[in-house]
């Protein structure tokens, strides 16, 4: 019997890397560290596991559909997408390619956490992602998405967002 | 046999803890969101709405493990249930009032939320310590903001000082009411689920009295004996008068079409 042409961890990953983040468009749900887990069986069904980076995150559905849609390219037999906290998201998951998509998409980045939790001697010592000043000030830890925390730069005199450690 | 009623008084226990959470967070997320548009500064404004965001998505979260136990989709959850089928505390439904009122009760709310969420890391659980650990790093956020505003309008001046002592004595008896116990709450330690209201009062106490110390805010002398039907009550499913316009007004689209998507 001829095989059919199975679906590889790779090729799934390389789909997802073309979904984005819907308010940050140069990053991919793979380089934000979403996926947390990928199945494919014998029969080429595929089930995809992501995890919210926050928890009250309303891409979430958006981002469900658009992965579904994106795996469906490829030639699988179904594709299930699975929103769970197993693994609990934290900025550290956000790979280097992420971190340096990020940066030129023109956000400070988040501190490494290293399972420590977020202080505010951590948030107010940022650098601006457009001068490299250290002269800068936490305007407001919640900005215009969960995700996001406003500050501003005393040398360019630039407000500017940071990806918000957690 | 035993063992078929153990189990469903088990479940009976774990349900009732999850929606007394959930609904904490639904309702308090509400009001929160009350605020947008009307902050008193613009910083203030983004906080509320971002507090508010992060309450409903942590209620969600906790709808959708009471939907994998059996009960109707998160949504259906939120939007169809009449005030006598909910059991948040009385706390969390009073209107926002002035800012002092909705600053004190983020503060003393959102601390018992944090250690509750820090204990429940612990749970026997799964699905419930999981969103623990993911929640607990949002609310440091939450904390945070408080912890910072309670300490500057406590010592700012002599206005602020007045109206925020104002707000935490209207506040702290009703903030009680978060602890209030159900009758599923030894099946919950024994089970390894929750460590208590008990201790989770105890642990709520120590932090906000050192707070509110350093920021010259007293702690009013409580009379336990008028407390009852102020406080108490709202985890049976008794309600203060505001609970059940607050859904009416909540669940509006919902109510017209439930198909409805927006």
Known sequence: ????????????????????????????????????????????????????TFAGCPAVDILKTEIKNKILELPVVDVEVKVDFDVQWSSDMITEEGRKHLKEAGFALPQHLHNEFVTIDLLTNVECPF????????????GPTLCR??????ACSQAFEQFKPV | ??????????????????????????????RNSEWTGLGPI??????????????????QALYNILNSMGEKDADTLAFTRNEKN????????????DYDFSLMRHFLFDTSEAIRFDMLTKSSLEPLANLAKKVRGELKYHTMHANIWINQLGKATDESNIRMQAALNECYPLALGIFEK?????ILIEAGVFDGEELLQKVWTDIVSEILEKANLKIPVINESGLSTLSFGGRKGYHTEYLQPLLDEMTEVYSIDPSAEW
């Open chain 1, 131 to 142: 001068c490299g000043s250290k002269k800068t000030r936490l305007r407001n830890p919640f």
């Open chain 2, 182 to 186: 159900s009758d599923y709450e030894n």
């Open chain 2, 86 to 97: 909910f059991y948040c505390c009385h706390f969390v439904e009073y209107p926002i009032r």
């Open chain 1, 1 to 52: 019997m001829e095989a059919i042409a199975y679906i590889t961890e790779e090729e799934i990953l390389s789909m997802l890397q073309e979904v984005k983040d819907p308010e940050i468009p140069r990053v991919s749900v793979v380089e934000l560290g979403m996926i947390t887990g990928i199945k494919i069986d014998k029969d080429n069904r595929v089930e995809i596991k992501m995890t919210p």
């Open chain 2, 42 to 59: 613009l910083e203030e404004d983004i906080a509320f709405s971002s507090m508010a965001q992060d309450k409903l998505g942590h209620a």
């Open chain 2, 1 to 30: 046999m035993s063992e078929g009623i153990l189990d469903t008084e088990h479940s009976k226990a774990i349900k009732n803890l999850l929606f007394r959470m959930a609904d904490d967070e639904l309702i308090l997320g509400h």
């Open chain 1, 149 to 154: 925390a406003i500050h501003y730069c005393d």
